[in-house]
């Protein structure tokens, strides 16, 4: 696969070339520590735009839920959705935990 970076006025980063499996929140930040490469969770911005490219086809990206980097304290995070675009504030990291996809991003 091709290494996907981009470039705008206010974002410059490189998209990991395949997602990772379905996981929790906590257990993708965990999984950020353990790859080290600065690789991370992509930011609200970053997964707008892994959006546009995924109406385009582009990154192989699946329509299933991504999350971002965005949590609001120890009990939520923010999740995207690639099938509709629409955004779910607030998903619960407690029981039942929610499981979505990764795909990382590093700055260049």
Not at 45 to 53: G, I, K
Not at 68 to 82: D, H, I, M, P
Not at 83 to 107: E, F, H, I, M
Request: net charge positive; glycine share 6%.
């Amino acid at each position: 696969m091709c290494k996907i970076y981009i470039l705008t006025e206010t974002l410059s980063f490189e998209i990991s070339a395949k997602d990772l499996h379905e996981m929790t929140w906590d257990e993708a930040r965990q999984y950020t520590l353990v790859v080290g490469e600065r690789w991370r969770l992509p930011t609200v911005e970053e997964l707008n735009e892994m959006y546009r490219l995924h109406l385009k086809a582009v990154g192989g990206f699946q329509f299933k839920n991504y999350w971002s980097s965005k949590g609001y304290n120890n009990f939520s995070a923010t999740a995207k959705s690639f099938s509709t675009g629409g955004y779910s504030d607030g998903v619960s990291k407690s029981a039942p935990v929610p499981q979505y996809l990764v795909r990382l991003v590093r700055n260049f």
